[in-house]
Every structure is written in structure tokens, then in C-alpha cells.
């Protein structure tokens, strides 16, 4: 399955295979800019790949924690309201319950651009798993929320997806092995899959290493080169013989 | 497919509200705006219209109730043109929800437009009624269904012109430059009577003028349209709309925003 990046010239994805089953729980491990976002938004269905097919069988969340479709003017209920509208839930108590599972009610009718800044973050986690779908997608971590309350977050999120699949795609190994049952590590545009999280995550730390080493060799390389660069021009030139050999003159 | 389409109705229904939302907390820009503009439009029209009085007006039709009557929906009409591509580029953040599609949100930015300009041409036909002293319109279901087509017309132009913009950039300008001149060749201003019967044929391919033609006749009792045609109304409002889903569903998702 090929897919571009946005803005990308050549293709980020060329033969990709992923298969997530139902209530699976898988990793995605990749470095910076290697797709992980972007395979997520292929597996929800907000993206569309050039080449290939993706077939969805179950409902499917979006990147968890997205926040970007939370307007900074309105206030957290109406923010909850939009996302309860959108997906039809006719519960009327959604809001509140969605502000207390992450112990934001004080906060419900206040513009979300006046709160506190813990707000947004736990109103995205919240707005994601509050919703019933068969797969949750996390983008970065499970329980993306400030630091006191990180724990808790992991314990309300680790009970909303009891029973449910996920991905997480994440640059954080150890988060994918502690939570993950398979992983898919993404390298150069493919997919290599492993049954067990820790051989995938040790192959991804092998390629963390090999790559932090190349980087160090290359960092070696560039500074060499500068010092020579600077041995060069530290050299007498012409003009420099030329003014000492005046200089023994004038003496 | 009635699942299907409950299902968009109830994405469009929220997108709405987010819009009423967001232009309450921001009056300034959002419908306070509409109406101001709006407003300063039909002062402008009144106050050249006042100035020629006599020259080619129609007997018995009061120039106020005149200029509501077809300056409104026109102003709707290039109002909503411009929604499609507009509202994709500001809703770009919603795109991430799987939920949400571009029609979605340029039906949803569409609709409303057309409330907004529907309560403005309500509010203004009753303010003219009252001011010029004229009486109920002749057939106020036919000036219903043409502020609605008029309202549609201009989305299905908007979703041609957005998709023809992302394959060919300049495209836009060309609109732009008809837009320049539609005022005074659809009808907004002068009644087509206005102008020598030898250039009517050719003033008849435009829709628009089409719709201000029947608005006028549907409104007065004393003018009668010689060129105005429900069916070529009906006829180009479908074959627009049309045109504008197809080549819509063709390019979803796979040319990325202009």
C-alpha cells in the first residue's frame, strides 16, 4: 500500500502490510517521520492510500489525543456537545460524565481558552474514549494527560479498552512492550511485523542504536572535515611569507 | 442508504451548531458581519436606484420592494459560491475525524449561509412592505422555492469551481470576472426590459437572470417576465448540482486543498 505524506515528494509507505484483528493490541515503533501518525489516519479512514486497499470492519477511532477540533472559543460542554452530536449519542448526561472521568466538571461552561492548561489535553483523552468503538487508535501514548494525573489516565484508559483492540504507535519502547501483545516496526516505508512485543522492540532498539551510531559517525565526519578546513586556513599563505620576509628586512 | 444518509444529516447537524457556536462567541465575525454587509449593499443599490428614478422603472412596483426582492438572493447566491472552498480550508482540522467529510462540511457552512440570508430577505421584504405600502407578493410559494434554488445554484457553482481551482489555479479568476458584471446582466438592478430586446437571447443564458426575472413576476402584480423560465431554472440547477457531486466524489480526498 503506497501512501505520500503530506508534502513529501516521494511515496512513505511503498508494499505496506498491517492486519489489526479484532481486540488486538498492537505497536507501531517508528523514529520521527517515519509514518506512524500518518498510518493511523489510513487506518480510521481520514487519509486514502495512492495504491492498495484498507479494509475496516469495525468502528474505529480517531488519533487519540487529537485535540485540533476543539474550538479555543467555546466552552468544554459545547465542545463535548459537538463531538456527541457528531456521533449521535442521545445520552444527555454525556457531558458531564465525559468532564468527570477526567475531574474537569469545574470547567464544563468555561471557554475552553480560559482554563487551565491541563484541561485541553484531558478533554481530547476524554472526547476519545468516552465514544464506544470497536478500535482505539493512540497516537504517542495511552494516556496523554499532565503528570499529576497520568496515572489515573492509564488506569481510566486501561478500563475503557478492556475487551477492545488498539494501536498505539509510538517512539517509546518500553510504553509498546508493557502494553502491546504484537508489533509492526516501521523502517523505510515497510511494515516488519513481530507476534511478540519484546522481539519487536528489541529489533527496534537495534535500530535506534545503529542509527544513533550513524549519526555520530556522520557528526565525526562533518567535524573533521571542519578542523581541516581550519588547519588549512591556519596555514602561512604567500602574503604571509612575504610580510615576515619584509619584517627580517626592516630589521 | 436512509442509515447512510441519517448518518450525514446528523454530521451536518453538528457542524451547524459548531458554526452558530463559534459565530456567537465571535459576533464581530460571524453573523454580525452577514447583516452588516448585507445592509451596506442594499443602501448603496437604494440610494443609485433613488438617484435614476423615472428612467425605465416599472409602473406600480415601489423601488425599495424592488431591490429586496432581488438583491437578497443574489447576495446569497455569491455568498454561498464562495463556501465550498472556504470551508474546507477552515475546516481542515475537522478532516481528521473519520466522521467528517468535505461535503460535509461545505453542505454544512451552505446551509448556513442560507438561514442566515433567509432571515435577513424575510426581515427586509416585510421592512420594504411596510416603508413602500405594498401588499402581500402574488405568489409567495414560487419566491420560496426560487430563493431556494438560488441558494443551490450557487453551492453546485462553488464545488465546480473549487475542484476546476485545484486542477487549474486560475480557473477562479474567471468566475470572479463574470461575478464582476452579474450584477447588472442578472437582472439585480434593472429588469431585463431595461435592456434592447436584440441582446435578450444571449442574457437568457444566464440562470441567474432567469431567477430575478420570476422573483419579480412571482412578487408584483404588475410585471411580467418575457423571458423568465421555471424550467431552465429547474434544468440548470439540477444539471449544476449534479455535475458539481460527480466531479466532487470523483476527487475526494485525492487532490489535496488549493
Known amino acids: ?251 | 442508504m436512509l442509515q447512510l444518509l441519517r448518518v450525514q444529516i446528523q454530521v451536518i447537524n453538528a457542524l451547524i451548531v459548531r458554526n452558530i457556536q463559534s459565530s456567537q462567541a465571535n459576533l464581530a465575525m460571524g453573523f454580525g458581519w452577514v447583516f452588516f454587509d448585507a445592509f451596506l449593499g442594499f443602501a448603496g443599490l437604494l440610494i443609485m436606484k433613488l438617484a435614476i428614478r423615472g428612467y425605465g422603472g416599472i409602473p406600480g412596483v415601489p423601488t425599495v420592494t424592488f431591490l429586496v426582492s432581488g438583491l437578497i438572493p443574489w447576495l446569497m447566491f455569491s455568498s454561498i459560491y464562495h463556501i465550498p472552498d472556504r470551508a474546507i480550508k477552515r475546516g481542515k482540522s475537522l478532516l481528521l475525524l473519520p466522521m467528517v467529510t468535505e461535503l460535509d462540511l461545505i453542505l454544512a457552512a451552505s446551509f448556513f449561509t442560507f438561514m442566515v440570508y433567509t432571515i435577513l430577505f424575510v426581515v427586509l421584504a416585510v421592512c420594504a412592505a411596510i416603508y413602500d405600502g405594498y401588499g402581500f407578493p402574488r405568489f409567495p410559494l414560487g419566491i420560496v422555492l426560487l430563493f431556494f434554488s438560488m441558494g443551490i445554484m450557487g453551492m453546485a457553482l462553488g464545488l465546480i469551481l473549487m475542484i476546476l481551482t485545484r486542477l487549474y489555479a486560475p480557473a477562479g479568476k474567471f468566475v470572479s470576472f463574470f461575478m464582476r458584471f452579474s450584477m447588472i446582466i442578472s437582472g439585480v438592478i434593472f429588469q431585463v426590459t431595461m435592456f434592447p430586446a436584440t441582446i435578450w437571447p444571449y442574457l437568457a443564458w444566464n440562470p441567474l437572470l432567469h431567477v430575478e426575472e420570476l422573483l419579480r413576476t412571482y412578487w408584483f402584480y404588475s410585471y411580467r417576465t418575457p423571458i423568465g423560465s421555471p424550467t431552465y431554472v429547474i434544468e440548470c440547477m439540477l444539471g449544476m448540482m449534479f455535475f458539481g457531486l460527480l466531479i466532487e466524489r470523483y476527487v475526494r480526498r485525492r487532490l489535496p486543498p488549493s
Open chain 1, 1 to 251: 500500500m503506497p501512501a505520500t505524506h503530506p508534502g513529501a515528494e516521494g511515496p512513505l509507505f511503498d508494499g505496506l502490510n498491517v492486519e489489526v484483528g479484532d481486540g488486538a493490541r498492537v505497536g507501531v515503533l517508528g523514529g520521527p517521520k517515519s509514518g506512524k501518525t500518518t498510518l493511523l489516519r489510513l487506518i480510521c479512514g481520514t487519509m486514502t492510500a495512492h495504491e492498495g486497499m484498507i479494509e475496516r470492519n469495525s468502528r474505529v477511532s480517531w488519533p487519540i489525543p487529537m485535540a485540533t477540533f476543539l474550538v479555543p472559543s467555546s466552552s468544554v460542554a459545547q465542545n463535548i456537545g459537538f463531538i456527541s452530536r457528531l456521533y449521535g449519542v442521545r445520552d444527555k448526561a454525556f457531558s458531564r460524565r465525559v468532564a468527570q472521568m477526567m475531574d474537569i466538571t469545574a470547567f464544563l461552561e468555561c471557554p475552553l481558552e480560559k482554563c487551565p492548561r491541563f484541561v485541553k489535553p484531558r478533554l481530547a483523552l476524554a472526547l476519545g474514549i468516552a465514544l464506544e468503538f470497536d478500535m482505539y487508535l493512540f497516537d504517542g501514548t495511552l494516556a496523554a494527560a499532565d503528570k499529576p494525573f497520568k496515572e489515573k489516565a492509564a488506569e481510566i484508559v486501561a478500563g475503557r479498552v478492556a475487551g477492545r483492540g488498539y494501536v498505539l504507535a509510538s517512539a517509546a519502547p518500553a510504553e509498546v512492550e508493557k502494553n502491546c501483545g504484537s508489533v509492526y516496526v516501521l523502517e523505510a516505508g515497510r511494515a516488519a511485523y513481530f507476534a511478540d512485543a519484546k522481539e519487536g522492540t528489541e529489533y527496534f532498539k537495534t535500530l535506534l542504536a545503529a542509527e544513533k551510531q550513524k549519526r555520530q559517525l556522520a557528526d565525526q565526519e562533518a567535524k573533521r572535515s571542519v578542523d581541516n578546513d581550519d588547519d588549512e586556513d591556519a596555514a602561512p599563505g604567500d602574503m604571509d611569507v612575504l610580510a615576515a620576509a619584509i619584517a627580517d628586512e626592516v630589521e
